[in-house]
């Protein structure tokens, strides 16, 4: 993916640098405000103009995705939090396993004790 940024930005710095070439010549008066006028070529207004157009536009991108990553990383952690086991896990009220009334069996497979009631 980087490589085919890379190749669309040079393809439009030679396009710029083109059109910059073949319009160098052409000088433009650019109204600013009523009484203030500038002189410039067509290249400069041109790249000016894309400049004013894409500057906010990547700044904004840049703020958005900041955002998220910031938004990603602090859903990560929480999710990570969740998941971590606790250090106590049972209840503090609980009675202790070897109080308990029931005989549990030694082996896992073997059958469960029969109780009498």
Not at 27 to 41: A, K, S
Not at 78 to 103: G, I, K, Y
């Amino acid at each position: 993916m980087q490589i085919v940024r890379t190749i669309l930005w040079i393809a439009l710095l030679v396009a710029i640098l083109a059109f910059s070439f073949g319009n160098w010549d052409k000088q433009i008066d650019v109204r600013i405000w009523p009484g203030i006028v500038w002189d410039t070529r067509v290249p400069a207004l041109v790249i000016v103009s894309f400049l004013i157009g894409i500057v906010p536009m990547w700044l904004y991108h840049r703020g958005v995705r900041w955002r998220h990553t910031r938004r990603i990383t602090a859903l990560e952690q929480a999710t990570a939090q969740m998941a971590a086991p606790r250090a106590d896990d049972r209840p503090a009220a609980a009675p202790a396993p070897e109080a308990t009334a029931e005989a549990e069996p030694a082996n896992p497979v073997d059958p469960e004790p029969e109780t009498r009631s």
